[in-house]
Each structure stands twice: as C-alpha cells, then as structure tokens.
Nanobody, 121 residues
C-alpha cells in the first residue's frame, strides 16, 4: 500500500488549493507539513469512525480535511492561505483498525511522498 499526495503548487496569499491523497483504506488519515529548517508539524486528521476532524490551531477555520471512502481519497482544502503555509505537505495513515485521531506523527506508520505548496505574497 502506498500513499500518493498531489495537488501542490504555487498560490498567492489569500488563495486556495486542494490537496489529495489516494490509495489507502486506513481509517485514520492525517496531513502533516514540513518547511525547510523546521520540524514536521501536524495539520489535520480525520477518522472513518465519525466524529469531528482535528486541526492544528494555525489552520483551524481555514483548512478543511475530508474523505471520499468510495475513492479511498482524503482531501485537504486550504483557503485563505498565508505565507507561512508554504511547505512540503505529506499525507499519512495510522495502522489498520485504529480509529483514534492523533496529532502525533509517531503514531502514523504509513507515509506518502510530499507535495510542495508555495505561497507567494
């Protein structure tokens, strides 16, 4: 099983971008990001078991994570983007049968290649 993130690109500050992550039947899926010189940070996570997704404070109200189970795809809709949102974005999955959300990247055991998001002023 491999994860494949896509949808990155160049966007102006204030603009929108939607990322997609395909090929996973895992229940808990998350998005993380990493900027040069910084540690990887949590962005958002969603569970197949219902309940509300969780978001990092820095993106709350601007980003929305969603999933299409029929397509095994998770999306990250990013609106009102800021310069500081620029990063390599990664999707990740928690182990099968796990339904609990977490922002701890160590709890995710399947990672896809990143997709680069650049935000211009």
């Amino acid at each position: 099983v491999q994860l494949q993130a896509s949808g990155g690109g160049l966007v102006q500050a204030g603009g929108s971008l939607r990322l997609s992550c395909t090929a996973s039947e895992r229940c808990v899926m998350g998005w993380f990001r990493q900027s040069p010189g910084k540690e990887r940070e949590f962005v958002a996570a969603i569970s197949c078991a219902g309940g509300s997704p969780v978001y990092a404070e820095s993106v709350k109200g601007r980003f929305t994570i969603s999933r299409d189970n029929a397509k095994n795809t998770v999306y990250l809709q990013m609106n009102s983007m800021k310069i500081e949102d620029a990063a390599e974005y990664y999707c990740a999955a928690r182990p099968s049968r796990v339904t609990v959300l977490t922002s701890d990247s160590r709890r995710y055991n399947l990672w896809g290649r990143g997709t680069l998001v650049t935000v211009s002023s």
